[in-house]
Nanobody, 120 residues
Framework: QLAGAGGGLVQAGGSLRLSCAASGGTFSTYGVGWFRQAPGKERELVATISWRGSTTYAAFVKDRSTISRDNAKNTVYLQLNGLKPEDTAIYYC????????????????WGQGTLVTVSS
């Protein structure tokens, strides 16, 4: 199971650190992705981190965010800086064992989402 947390209300330009905590299994063997879904829009990929620590970022957050993992705590973090109103969305984490899937349907496990609201 995955539990996303850390969302909240922040002013434009502010920062948040989202966390995705896993229970059960060996989290260190999982690729993890952060996704977001804004009202009226499709869910989109924000960032990924492989079980080996390789990272990827969507262009809209590149240079403003950092994804990292602490396997001892079974947790993956997404640091978001320089937040903009258009970053307002529900952020979800997802995991897949020994993979970083290309398509969303290939991610096996999903967290419940955490709401990020950025005011202008």
């Amino acid at each position: 199971q995955l539990a996303g947390a850390g969302g909240g209300l922040v002013q434009a330009g502010g920062s948040l650190r989202l966390s995705c905590a896993a229970s059960g299994g060996t989290f260190s063997t999982y690729g993890v992705g952060w996704f977001r879904q804004a009202p009226g829009k499709e869910r989109e990929l924000v960032a990924t981190i492989s079980w080996r620590g390789s990272t990827t970022y969507a262009a809209f957050v590149k240079d403003r965010s950092t994804i990292s993992r602490d396997n001892a705590k079974n947790t993956v973090y997404l640091q978001l800086n320089g937040l903009k109103p258009e970053d307002t969305a529900i952020y979800y984490c997802a995991a897949a064992r020994f993979r970083v899937p290309i398509t969303q349907r290939e991610w096996n496990h999903w967290g419940q989402g955490t709401l990020v609201t950025v005011s202008s």
